[in-house]
């Protein structure tokens, strides 16, 4: 592992254990050069998987992409970040345990939809602004009412 202070390829792991929810592990090293310590987090990855794009582009799953979206969608919601890496984990999970090597864009969308909605309305409001692409003030309105009639049923 490269230290991120003086950038030497050799660094030694100090300390191992699991974070909290089991997701990752977290590894305490110390560089062999400079003798900074820093902290590492390694998650497990089943397979490697390709975003299908809705224009037929295709790259390869990024988590850091996935969070950074869902955190947008609920910022100053006052939602805890375990509950957010949470989420994204079980997106993965449903991703990488398909058996598909290849997933569309709008599977992760509907998946990142299902989750918010259990989660803040508002955010869940606010990304399906973006996934769904709303053109005027009228789609707010709509998809807003149905989000309120969802949850007075």
Request: net charge neutral.
């Given at each position: 592992?490269?230290?991120?202070f003086c950038a030497h390829?050799?660094?030694?792991?100090?300390?191992?254990?699991?974070?909290?929810?089991?997701?990752?592990?977290?590894?305490?090293?110390?560089?062999?050069?400079?003798?900074?310590?820093?902290?590492?987090?390694?998650?497990?990855?089943?397979?490697?998987?390709?975003?299908?794009?809705?224009?037929?582009?295709?790259?390869?799953?990024?988590?850091?992409?996935?969070?950074?979206?869902?955190?947008?969608?609920?910022?100053?919601?006052?939602?805890?970040?375990?509950?957010?890496?949470?989420?994204?984990?079980?997106?993965?999970?449903?991703?990488?345990?398909?058996?598909?090597?290849?997933?569309p864009s709008s599977r992760?969308?509907?998946?990142?939809?299902?989750g918010l909605q259990q989660?803040?309305?508002?955010?869940?409001?606010?990304?399906?602004?973006?996934?769904?692409?709303?053109?005027?003030?009228?789609?707010?309105?709509?998809?807003?009412?149905?989000?309120?009639?969802?949850?007075?049923?």
């Amino acid at each position: 592992m490269r230290c991120p202070f003086c950038a030497h390829d050799d660094s030694q792991v100090k300390d191992s254990r699991p974070t909290e929810d089991n997701s990752s592990i977290r590894r305490r090293r110390q560089c062999s050069s400079c003798g900074a310590r820093f902290t590492t987090f390694e998650r497990v990855q089943l397979r490697e998987v390709t975003v299908v794009k809705s224009n037929d582009r295709r790259e390869p799953f990024d988590r850091s992409k996935l969070e950074q979206s869902v955190i947008l969608a609920c910022r100053k919601r006052g939602i805890e970040q375990d509950r957010i890496d949470q989420l994204v984990s079980g997106i993965q999970r449903q991703i990488e345990t398909t058996g598909d090597s290849e997933v569309p864009s709008s599977r992760i969308g509907e998946l990142v939809m299902n989750g918010l909605q259990q989660i803040d309305s508002v955010a869940y409001i606010r990304f399906a602004s973006v996934y769904r692409d709303f053109g005027e003030a009228r789609d707010f309105e709509e998809f807003a009412s149905n989000v309120r009639d969802i949850a007075d049923a």
